[in-house]
Nanobody
């Protein structure tokens, strides 16, 4: 069974940085596309970023483009979300997800139900 475990959340001041990690169990990590989503209180879960199985393609929500960077390291079965220039509106629970049969079009990977495996979430709080 595939397990997804996020870490790295916390409290940071506006303008600061955090790096989230996402460890994925199993021997087929390189075949999964990965996505990061977030959910703020009272709001729907929203797409943040996605990366293709080989890491060659990435995409971001407009709200984080230029500030966040998604990456992956196959040797460690781990994905990352580097978050810079954080804003109070970035405050949310951040979820990592993995998808089998990943497809390279935005309507697919920006939709949460494209993903098969989810982590428990990690809280990110940005103070003003």
């Amino acid at each position: 069974q595939v397990q997804v475990v996020e870490s790295g959340g916390g409290l940071v001041q506006a303008g600061g940085s955090l790096r989230l990690s996402c460890a994925v169990s199993g021997r087929t990590f390189s075949t999964y596309g990965m996505g990061w989503f977030r959910q703020a209180p009272g709001k729907e879960r929203e797409f943040v970023a996605a990366i293709s199985p080989n890491g060659g393609s990435t995409d971001y929500a407009d709200s984080v483009k230029g500030r966040f960077t998604i990456s992956r390291e196959h040797a460690k079965n781990t994905g990352f979300l580097q978050m810079n220039s954080l804003k109070p509106e970035d405050t949310a629970v951040y979820y990592c997800s993995a998808a089998t049969g990943f497809k390279l079009y935005r309507n697919y990977y920006s939709n949460w139900d494209a993903y098969d495996y989810w982590g428990q979430g990690t809280q990110v709080t940005v103070s003003s």
